[in-house]
């Protein structure tokens, strides 16, 4: 052995385990990225414009970044 250590990755925190078991939940198509329809089914009260203000690439879809800042921006909003 020559004593080199791989990198340790730090545990999640449970809120971003959360989150992207949500972003895994929504993205009904697999395609690891959310449309507006797959946004909108999950999180009813999140409007079209809140997701094109998180949508940082304008595509017209979210990457997990995106969606995690859209969540910790307060633009996401979850149904309660």
């Known amino acids: 052995q020559t004593g080199v250590r791989s990198p340790s990755r730090a545990p999640l925190e449970p809120a971003a385990l959360a989150q992207e078991d949500k972003f895994k939940a929504f993205d009904t198509n697999g395609d690891s990225t959310l449309s507006v329809e797959e946004v909108t089914a999950g999180m009813p009260?999140?409007?079209?414009?809140?997701?094109?203000?998180?949508?940082?690439?304008?595509?017209?879809?979210?990457?997990?970044?995106?969606?995690?800042?859209?969540?910790?921006?307060?633009?996401?909003?979850?149904?309660?």
């Not at 979210?62 to 969606?67: A, C, G, N």
């Open 45 to 80: 009260k999140t409007t079209p414009e809140a997701i094109a203000a998180v949508d940082l690439n304008g595509d017209g879809s979210l990457t997990y970044d995106e969606f995690e800042i859209g969540i910790e921006e307060g633009f996401l909003v979850a149904a309660n």
